[in-house]
C-alpha cells in the first residue's frame, strides 16, 4: 500500500512534468474515443443539435461512472475516506469531459458554417483520430517513453481512431 507522503510526493512529481495533470492520456483518450462513437453511431440518425447533445450526455454519464468507480476503486484500495477519493478523482478525470467537447464544438462550428450534418460528421471523426493519434503520442513522451515507443503509442491511438471510422463507415 502506498502512504499518503508517498502519493503526495508522486504527485507533486508528476505536477512539474505535467501541470495540466494529463500525463498519462487516459482521460484525454477516453473522451475522445467515447465521444467520437456517439458521432460514428448517431450521425444520421439525429439533427445537429440533437447530436452534440448526445455526446455531452453520454460522456457527462461515463464520467460520472468512471468518476464514481475511481473514488471507490481508490477509497478502497488506499484505505482513504471516500471524500478524500473523490476530490482526487475529481481533479484527475476532468480531462475525460473536456475532452469529449472538442468533436461537439467541431460540430457546433460545422453547423455554424452551413456545412451538411453527414459530411460534418465525418470531419469531426477524422479529426478525433488525428487527435487521438496526438493525444497517444504527447502522452507516451511526457510518460517517459522513447521516442520509438512514442510512435508505437501514437499508432495505437490512430488505430483506435480508426476502428472508431470502421465502425462508421460500417453503420452507415
Known amino acids: 500500500m502506498t502512504s499518503q507522503k508517498g502519493r503526495q510526493a508522486a504527485s507533486h512529481v508528476e505536477r512539474e512534468r505535467d501541470p495540466l495533470g494529463m500525463i498519462n492520456g487516459e482521460g484525454v483518450i477516453t473522451g475522445t474515443v467515447v465521444s467520437t462513437a456517439v458521432i460514428a453511431a448517431a450521425a444520421g440518425h439525429?439533427?445537429?443539435?440533437?447530436?452534440?447533445i448526445a455526446i455531452l450526455g453520454t460522456a457527462f454519464i461515463y464520467w460520472l461512472?468512471?468518476?464514481?468507480?475511481?473514488?471507490?476503486?481508490?477509497?478502497?484500495?488506499h484505505r482513504?475516506?471516500?471524500?478524500?477519493?473523490?476530490k482526487?478523482?475529481?481533479?484527475?478525470?476532468?480531462?475525460?469531459?473536456?475532452?469529449?467537447?472538442?468533436?461537439a464544438i467541431i460540430l457546433l462550428v460545422i453547423q455554424l458554417v452551413g456545412i451538411e450534418l453527414k459530411t460534418g460528421a465525418w470531419i469531426a471523426v477524422i479529426a478525433s483520430t488525428v487527435l487521438l493519434t496526438i493525444y497517444s503520442?504527447?502522452?507516451?513522451?511526457r510518460g517517459g517513453l522513447s521516442l520509438r515507443g512514442s510512435f508505437l503509442s501514437a499508432a495505437i491511438g490512430a488505430a483506435l481512431g480508426m476502428l472508431v471510422i470502421l465502425l462508421k463507415a460500417g453503420l452507415h
Open 88 to 103: 482526487e478523482a475529481l481533479a484527475e478525470t476532468w480531462p475525460i469531459l473536456a475532452a469529449a467537447c472538442v468533436p
Open 65 to 77: 461512472a468512471h468518476l464514481h468507480a475511481r473514488t471507490l476503486g481508490d477509497s478502497v484500495k
Open 80 to 86: 482513504t475516506h471516500p471524500v478524500d477519493a473523490l
Open 46 to 52: 439525429l439533427e445537429d443539435t440533437h447530436l452534440v
Open 137 to 141: 503520442f504527447l502522452a507516451g513522451r
